[in-house]
């Protein structure tokens, strides 16, 4: 067990928060950042409430600061659990001491749970890159990779010049385990209601990575066994991030193992996010959705390889302690989604022909989000003040289904042609408004290479 460096985390935490207050507050000049003792007083005073800042900030860049929180603690020996109460830490120190704006009781959530996620993901990635054998260019490369992935632990090699420190071991703290990537790349198109004219076509760059063995349960480690997808998109008027969603084992049991099949099932953190916004020609936005803090019970099965052919599965049920969903009615300040929880049930499967020459895969994720904290009927909500409002959005019940589809055909050794295409079904039950449903399709033909 690495040597756990107690005040070097806490130092860095607290001064990550500084410097990014400083940054803020000098060169973006951000009214937040104006703090002072007064505000903080009345930061404890008036406590927690919804905020309305944009879904990817929420969602996403609040726990990517949650990562480095929780990064600084694994790369000083700490181990993924005591990690968390780092991020915890960081993140209460932020909203109740580095923002004029009242504290966040989204943010409070959001940001470790969804930080650790990331954080995990990002620090068995860095460290699958370590190689304290090399020196020269392919050493420094290896670590600017390293510092790019988790910055983190990228500086903590710098402090303790063990960036630089050539070894007969690589110096890894997880080995070499399975580490299969895909990237993918090509062309995509956004369809809103199946009508022609609102039709959005550009590059997309998307990226699968599995990490471990979904089927080696000895070991109880959270994260020994990850899988992520990230997709980014050079659509008009979308996102540059359209999607993540990682799935990291805390820990499994086998439950059967014979020569025909392997099934086990586990305890899975889940990540999920997904991003769109108003497409040419029409106000209504295809759909939206963030989950930073999800927990559930996994089912994985695998059969042998029959005739040339093999398949496996999965089935997962979730309990959703913080989600977010598309709203047709809260549009406040930056936010046009309800703050939500609930559950999500997600299913699957891949059959493989001819060892990789073939491949189709299919899944299906439901979510059912219930939005309890809504605001008064009546209310304007162009006339409120939304830096005190205080609601999770419109009293509703949403559902979003995705199903996706893939096959991949193999061109040559590691280069396949893939055709990819996802429907994304919405459906919201609003308690003083009319019901809506939408259905938003998207269409890639792609290129993709296996690592």
Known sequence: MSKRHFWRTAGEVVGFNIGLWAFDRYVQRGDFAYISFNTIKENFKHGFKWDNDKLGTNTFLHPYNGNLY?????????????????????????????????PSTNDIIATPIGGAAIGEVLFRASDALIDDRL?????????????????????????????????????????????????????????YNSHFKELHQGAAVQIDAEYGDRFEV?????????????????????????QIEIKGRLLARE????????????????????????????????FKLGIPASVGVGFMFRDVERHRWTYDLFAHVNGIALGSILSDHYQTDERNYNWASGFSIKGGFNLVFGKDKLAFSLTHNFYRMFTWIGYKFGTDLRMVDYRILNVQGDASVASLNMTEFRADFKIWKKLFGTVLFTNYLRSSHYKFFPDVKSSSNSLELMLSYKF
């Open 255 to 286: 439950i059967f193992d014979s020569y025909r099949s392997k099934g086990s099932i586990g305890l899975y953190q889940h990540f999920d996010f997904y991003d769109s916004d108003t497409i040419d020609h029409i106000e209504k936005v295809p």
């Open 135 to 191: 020196s020269g260019s392919e050493r420094f490369s290896r670590e600017a990779a390293v510092f790019l992935l988790s910055p983190l632990r990228g500086l903590n090699r710098i402090i303790t010049g063990e960036a630089w420190k050539v070894r007969p071991t690589r110096g890894r703290m997880f080995g070499t385990p399975n580490f299969a990537i895909r990237v993918s790349t090509g062309y995509k198109m956004l369809l």
């Open 70 to 102: 929780f990064n600084a603690a694994r790369a000083n020996g700490f181990n993924f659990w005591q990690s968390e109460l780092f991020a915890i830490g960081g993140s209460a120190m932020w909203e109740m001491f580095m923002e004029r704006e009242y």
């Open 218 to 242: 000895k070991s109880t480690k959270p994260y020994d066994y990850f899988t992520i997808k990230a997709q980014l998109q050079m659509l008009k008027t979308q996102p540059l991030l359209s």
